[in-house]
């Protein structure tokens, strides 16, 4: 088992930053990729970026270019740096983990961002 808490988030205008972390606990020995996806009000969870053990990085096109994911194996943790938030942005954020017998969710944190 493994369990993630979220932390992060909150309200910010147009334009600006916010940083939100993701420390996993439990069996974290076994978690493969680790990311972060997010759902709209009225739209299906979709997915924002995914880290590998090793470092490698995939991002949405949505969100290419202003998003960036990290991770420290070290504090089991997992980083979404969000820069030039745009409204379209605003949804619950939700941190996840992959292993081989699972797949785990974090509580999810609510991003808004105002025009």
């Known amino acids: 088992q493994v369990q993630l808490v979220e932390s992060g988030g909150g309200l910010v205008q147009a334009g600006g930053s916010l940083r939100q972390s993701c420390t996993a606990s439990?069996?974290?020995?076994?978690?493969?990729?680790m990311g972060w996806y997010r759902q709209a009000p009225g739209k299906q969870r979709e997915l924002v970026a995914t880290?590998?053990?090793?470092?490698?990085?995939y991002y949405a096109d949505s969100v290419e270019g202003r998003f960036t994911i990290s991770r420290d194996n070290a504090k089991n943790t997992v980083y979404l740096q969000m820069n030039s938030l745009k409204p379209e942005d605003t949804a619950v954020y939700y941190c996840?983990?992959?292993?081989?017998?699972?797949?785990?969710w974090g509580q999810g944190t609510q991003v808004t961002v105002s025009s």
């Open positions: 996840n983990a992959k292993t081989l017998y699972g797949n785990y």
């Open positions: 880290i590998s053990r090793s470092g490698n990085t």
């Open positions: 439990g069996s974290t020995y076994n978690i493969n990729n």
